[in-house]
């Protein structure tokens, strides 16, 4: 799993938004982020699009964790409830695979428990492996 972790800090604009990857496996990922004041929109609510950059390093690993190289191919969201402070977790797992497409649903949750926003995303599975001990 560290190997992972490591491999998902490349993700620089993921990074950047200050986003943790907490747990990978193949087909499932775990991430946070905690709300600071660069993800907030003009009405003080967490931005749309930190919350779908949240959603996606978590649909990343979880696809890109059964170590076949993944790239999404569809991905949409919907916003449940304005996540205003605290800690968000998103959670992915995999709902189907196949050798060439993968889908997924991604909850992002808050610190109460609620939901925020949920996610649905597809992946299409290259030909080739990925080496995360190079990470």
């Given at each position: 799993?560290?190997?992972?972790?490591?491999?998902?800090?490349?993700?620089?604009?993921?990074?950047?938004?200050g986003?943790?990857?907490?747990?990978?496996?193949?087909?499932?990922a775990?991430?946070?982020?905690?709300?600071?004041?660069?993800?907030?929109?003009?009405?003080?609510?967490?931005?749309?699009?930190a919350?779908?950059?949240?959603?996606?390093?978590?649909?990343?690993?979880?696809?890109?964790?059964?170590?076949?190289?993944?790239v999404g191919?569809?991905?949409?969201?919907?916003?449940?409830?304005?996540a205003?402070?605290?800690?968000?977790?998103?959670?992915a797992?995999?709902?189907?695979?196949?050798?060439?497409?993968?889908?997924?649903?991604?909850?992002?949750?808050?610190?109460?428990?609620?939901?925020?926003?949920?996610?649905?995303?597809?992946?299409?599975?290259?030909?080739?492996?990925?080496?995360?001990?190079?990470?």
């Amino acid at each position: 799993m560290e190997d992972l972790k490591r491999f998902f800090k490349k993700d620089k604009f993921a990074a950047n938004t200050g986003i943790e990857l907490l747990e990978v496996s193949p087909g499932y990922a775990k991430a946070r982020m905690e709300i600071e004041e660069k993800h907030r929109n003009a009405l003080r609510a967490v931005q749309g699009g930190a919350l779908f950059t949240l959603a996606d390093l978590a649909f990343a690993a979880a696809s890109n964790a059964h170590g076949t190289a993944a790239v999404g191919i569809n991905a949409n969201i919907s916003f449940v409830k304005a996540a205003l402070n605290g800690t968000l977790t998103a959670e992915a797992n995999e709902t189907s695979i196949n050798p060439k497409i993968a889908t997924y649903t991604v909850n992002i949750i808050d610190d109460e428990g609620d939901l925020v926003a949920t996610f649905q995303g597809m992946v299409y599975r290259k030909k080739f492996s990925l080496d995360f001990s190079e990470a």
